[in-house]
């Protein structure tokens, strides 16, 4: 398989640095290393950031005070980022226990893989339409960054990179309305994501679905680009259509 980088290789690497520690008292992964612009904002991609990487599980109880520590702040704006990512649907509230990261059925998972594909296939169709050198130059800088850290085995890293690749392709001027709904969407399944991404082979597979995809932008040819983004999300919900409750 002829691989992204070697065609070309993006020449930046943004890679997040510093310590902190985790939930159980080790040192955070790196996707936990967030740039605040609030201290709300800092707790939610801080929340998201454990959610994505698989720190915290499906069906797993979030502990306000010790995620408060983790990310060095009160427990105050950690309980707002709890509350906005119930309104995600990553999270679920149980009275008198506490939160919880949302598990989610195999119909579930269908359900909003369909409304992707129809949201994702308006926004690629429009946004191709407009693509110049630099708008394919960001989809092939991620596809390169998720290549690396694929084959590396860093899956919080690789989740980033894939978002990005995806979002580069889908977003446009003139989509900001279809981009939020496509972006709550995505959120609501982060962890189940990184559930697939956790499988060496689905990386592997997921490198070539990258290619592919990236010589559909190129071209610019959007029926081409939306039938095989269809084909990767597909392969994605086959494989954890096997591991998730009917």
């Avoid at 990487?53 to 309980?79: H, M, T």
């Avoid at 596809?143 to 392709?169: C, K, P, Q, W």
């Avoid at 981009?179 to 997921?206: C, G, K, Q």
Wanted: charged share 30%; net charge neutral; proline share 4%.
């Amino acid at each position: 398989m002829r691989t992204i980088s070697d065609r070309r290789q993006p020449s930046h690497d943004r890679g997040l640095k510093g310590a902190g520690r985790g939930l159980a008292g080790d040192v955070l992964a790196p996707s936990w290393r967030v740039a605040p612009i609030t201290t709300q904002q800092h707790a939610v991609e801080g929340l998201r950031a454990a959610i994505a990487s698989g720190e915290l599980r499906p069906g797993q109880r979030v502990a306000q005070e010790d995620l408060a520590a983790a990310l060095g702040v009160s427990v105050a704006p950690v309980r707002e980022a709890l509350r906005v990512l119930e309104q995600e649907g990553q999270l679920t509230y149980v009275p008198r226990r506490g939160y919880f990261v949302s598990e989610l059925r195999a119909a579930d998972l269908e359900e909003i893989y369909s409304l992707r594909e129809l949201l994702e296939s308006r926004a690629a169709r429009r946004s191709i339409a407009s693509f110049d050198d630099d708008a394919i130059w960001r989809v092939e800088s991620a596809a390169f960054d998720y290549e690396r850290a694929a084959v590396a085995g860093e899956i919080a890293t690789a989740l980033r990179a894939n978002r990005r690749f995806h979002m580069s392709i889908l977003e446009s001027p003139d989509n900001p309305h279809t981009m939020r709904v496509i972006r709550s969407l995505w959120d609501s399944t982060e962890a189940y994501r990184a559930l697939y991404y956790n499988f060496p082979a689905e990386r592997h597979e997921s490198l070539e679905a990258h290619n592919q995809i990236l010589a559909a932008v190129r071209a610019r040819d959007a029926e081409a680009l939306i039938e095989r983004l269809a084909s990767h999300r597909c392969r994605a919900l086959e494989v954890l259509r096997k591991v998730l409750p009917a």
